[in-house]
């Protein structure tokens, strides 16, 4: 069945809104836990009970059945609050008590305070399970032929675990913490792409951020239902005809160039990874390809694209 | 005082949000009353209760104080609902009982539901007294020449009654209730700045929209916190150096062809109309002049600038 472009809004930013259905909002809410840390008190992300439940008497974490909130109470500073959330995860891997640790990756992302401080930083796999806002880039290529746009896509390798065989936005991952957004697009577009540094250095251009609250469903791995607020950095490049991706790994399969309305097919038919849908649809909104005439949805698709989180952000 | 950013942002969209601080939120909220037609049982607008009280016997209206809800009783269809608005406020505009309507414009805006279907129009003068959704089109013109950009910014007429002197974008306009976005861009271009009319069809370029949630100060002329949430579709004109925007009527005193610092620096003077400060960023955002690493609030000010309603839109 055809999925409108405000239906690829829904299937990534699926978290209710307050403002549009409070009781719905409500309901969610109240089944999850919030996760703070101490000496905040605030919610740095939102966690399910079945989540929660294991870091019951966890030494470092403290459970709030009756306000429904679980802090980390180690530490007093990024250093040792981090150094706490490491020993916890660690362990629970080794427990094998969820299924996303089992993609360990020794990577590590931030979480910051309403002060943009760096409060701890998670191991990567782990962060589904916070909640936590996580930041990435992703690179929208293309080239103009004689007044044609046509866009460079990628077809994840269908080895892949995590959505396989979908279609992907030209570059994308996430950034690790003490990365600069910037320095992450560069060096992913090397691994990912093939793209020499000199020419995306000079010819890139940043565009803005999108920002969704997305819920895990089965494709992206493990435990379903972990929530996922997340900010992609959104950049463009335009390229000659004879600069042509290449995969720089495994995981991608193949890179085509689609004209728009090859584009705008394939995500009618739900053929894009989620959150790439939403990136193409930021990317024709800001290149005049939806307009406020031919897209219904126009004005909720733009503020849904970027969320406001209840959770600080960089 | 220098101004940051997201002081520019705050000054616009300044109705606080329920995720961010629910109690602020519940207290805002707590002193106005909602918009209502019959039949439909969702807010269209918030009202000021010294506004809702004005209509307390007002034929076609019912003013609930428990629930705090003012409901349009009169109507089935667009066009009935449409002329019991209009003698409304015909009415009040006779009895002098707002200072908005002493500058009556003779526009019809239209307000929409949740099926987006015209539910009724309202004279332009009178929405703020509803508080709800209104239509804009707001254009960037800029130059580039030896890659360095250059954007022309108006100066209100210093005469001018509402934000008198303050600066500008190139065009800005509202939109007429059956008025397509794109053709009241394309008359405001003629009207404001003498932008010939097939260079306009054939060179700006459709970027988006900014949202968000203005208050009302007394610069806005008329009673002061009225609730005004906005929606202007976004445009973006690039101009060739021979190409000079001119004054076409008496509301604008000159146009100014400026470096981006000097557009910044006007902007941190605050002396930019606050909405068009809002449409800058945008613009600064959407082209990489602001970006991840050179702005502390990047995340942030892109949520804001596209803020999600409670009330439908178009």
Known sequence: MSRSNLDLVNECDGFPYYQVDPDLFA??????????????????????????????????????????????TEGTDAASRS?????????????????????????????????????????????????????????TAYVVKDGEMKIWIPRRARTKQ???????????????SGESAFECLVR??????????????????TAGCVTYFYIRDERAGGETRLLQPECQYVYDLELTEDVIPKPGDEEVEEFCLWTVDEVKAAMAKGEFKPNCAIVMLDFFIRHGVLTAESEKDYIEIVARVHRRFEFPTL
């Open 162 to 176: 995590t959505y396989g065989g979908m279609l992907d936005n030209a570059v994308a991952g996430g950034i690790a």
């Open 83 to 139: 150094a706490a959330v490491q020993t916890t995860f660690l362990a629970l891997r080794t427990t094998g008590h969820f299924k996303v640790l089992d993609k360990w990756r020794d990577e590590l992302y931030p979480v910051y305070g309403r002060q943009k401080e760096l409060l701890f930083n998670v191991e990567r796999s782990a962060s589904p399970l916070l909640g936590v806002v996580t930041y990435g880039v992703h690179l």
């Open 188 to 205: 992913e577009c090397g691994e990912e792409a093939s793209l020499p540094e000199d020419l995306v250095r000079s010819r890139v251009k």
């Open 27 to 72: 309901a969610s809410i109240s089944t999850y836990y919030e996760l703070r840390v101490q000496n905040r008190d605030y919610a740095l992300g939102y966690l399910l009970p079945s989540v929660a439940e294991v870091f019951r008497g966890i030494p470092h974490w403290h459970i709030d059945d009756d306000e429904r909130i679980l802090t980390l």
